[in-house]
């Protein structure tokens, strides 16, 4: 557990909107393979030990009433792991997708699939159709998992359907929005993230929603993924309770004027 910075601490001003709790909270849970080193132990060790930690967080998102949580589960640049750790990577998710699904589907929460699973096999592919299905009406919290995903080729897939509906002549170049683009994205009918929270002490994104992460409160802590918990996501939130949004406005105008 790291605590804030300084900087995290102040507050800036209570003039503009106070961040309320976040409604999105997006995660790079990272850290697996440097908590299971620490130990002497094998890196799927590691991973096994992060999987709880995402049932911890579901177990917190819901408490906390936070409508939208996604996670970063396996990057399109993770496919260069050695192929051992990439399939234990997969087993893992498989059995956890089999053995959590109804205790999920029971709590009421939606499971949707962020990322180009094409290159899954396709029983994994199968189970991602079947749980996305099965759950589609619940509305509790929606976990959105980023697998196989990267922001750079997201948006390269949208660009190629943007052109394609443009050739279909199903849209014209004048369509073209911010929202327009949005909606040809995996995230098309979920909100931007309020909040983006990494792991394991590094400062970056690692190819993670770069369109939505626009305006989100960026939010790094020293925590390796396997031991984040209810004491870290309190403070996670608390830190962001604390930030100004201001989204390019100038803060205190509505004083003045
Ligand atoms: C995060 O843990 C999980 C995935 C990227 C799949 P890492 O395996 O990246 O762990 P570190 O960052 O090397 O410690
Ligand atoms: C980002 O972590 C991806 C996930 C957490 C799934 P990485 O460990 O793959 O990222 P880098 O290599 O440190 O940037
Ligand atoms: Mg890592």
Redesign the pocket.
């Known amino acids: 557990m790291v605590l804030p910075t300084v900087h995290d601490n102040v507050k800036i001003s209570s003039t503009m909107d106070d961040c309320e709790i976040p409604q999105h909270v997006a995660i790079i ?7 299971a080193t620490a130990r002497g132990l094998p ?1 799927i060790a ?2 096994r030990a ?1 999987a709880q930690a995402v049932k911890r967080s579901i177990e917190f998102a819901i408490e906390k009433q936070i409508k939208w949580l996604t996670l970063y ?3 399109s640049e ?1 496919w260069q792991r050695t192929p051992e750790e990439v399939s234990d ?1 997969t087993g893992l998710l498989k059995f956890y997708l089999k053995s959590e699904v109804k205790k999920l589907h029971k709590q009421n929460i939606r499971i949707r699939i962020i990322g180009d699973i094409t290159r899954f096999d396709q029983n994994l592919q199968n189970d991602l159709h079947a749980v996305e299905y099965l759950t589609k009406n619940n509305d509790a919290l929606v976990l959105t998992l980023a697998l196989s995903y990267g922001g750079r080729g997201e948006v390269i897939q949208a660009v190629k359907r943007i052109c394609q509906d443009r050739v279909d002549k199903l849209l014209d170049s004048r369509d073209i929005t911010e929202d327009l683009f949005a909606s040809y994205l995996f995230t098309a009918d979920i909100p931007d993230p309020d909040l983006i929270l990494r792991t ?1 002490g590094e400062s970056r994104l690692s190819n993670f929603l770069l369109w939505q992460a626009a305006y989100a409160e960026l939010i790094f802590i020293d925590t ?2 396997p031991d984040f918990d209810k004491e870290d996501f309190d403070r996670v939130i608390d830190i962001y309770i604390r930030r100004e949004r201001r989204f390019g406005a100038r803060p205190g105008l509505e004083d003045s004027e």
Request: proline share 0%; aromatic share 16%.
């Open positions: 849970m990272d850290g697996n393979s440097r908590w890196r590691g991973h992060g589960a396996f990057s993770n990577l394991s390796l993924w």
